[in-house]
């Protein structure tokens, strides 16, 4: 996934570096302020290469105090010139409206690459399993780990214009197969109804959702999951 993201990069007019404000602060007070993280630092060296423009978004910023946030901020762009620097949070959106628009801005123009209403350039079939595991959280918040995947088995169209879709939610665990079905059902029929809702808005036609959950142990360890999704499996 990591050389895929990198891969990616290459062919981007912008880049921007996202940066877990409370994470990076928590471990600078640890070694007494000094630089940045490793990880960040080699993050930000091979950013170094890259020509488009970058841009540092320090997120979680409600969670730490504003003299950290400014020192943090000096550190990296010392490290790395940023043509701009952001402060948001995710949870509260403070900051996002700025960032959206700035990014927007750092767009050259061109010509569309896609129908002007196409929503994704996925096949729908990989967006709707995207939805239901989008779903699939916002339930379950972090009661699951995100190891979990949605896999799309079948879908067949029906001749009054709707689809009938089929689709797995696969875990690593028979604990979290409870969680996910939950009480009675609730929990799946839950996912399932919003899932179901916005897959029927991205086809624009009514869908019939069939939601299983299996457990699959050891499916971050097989390569056929990585090349359903279009990436390189890790080598060791």
Known sequence: ????????AGDADA??????????????????AAGVGEATQAIMTTLRDHKAQKFLVLNKVDLVDRPLLLALAERLNAGLPFADTFMTSALTGDG?????????????????LY?????????LRALAAEITREKLFERLHDELPYQTTVETESWKDQPDGSARIEQTIYVTRDSHKKIVIGEGGRTIKAIGSAARKEIAEAHEAPVHLFLFVKVRANWLDDPERYRAMGLEFPKT
């Open 96 to 112: 996002l409206d700025r960032l959206k628009a700035r990014l927007a801005a750092a767009m050259p123009k061109g010509p569309w």
């Open 1 to 8: 996934m990591v050389s895929a993201a990198w891969g990616a």
């Open 115 to 123: 129908p002007e209403d196409q929503i994704a350039d996925a096949p």
């Open 15 to 32: 880049l921007a570096l996202l940066i877990d404000a409370k994470q990076e602060t928590a471990a600078a007070d640890k070694r007494g």
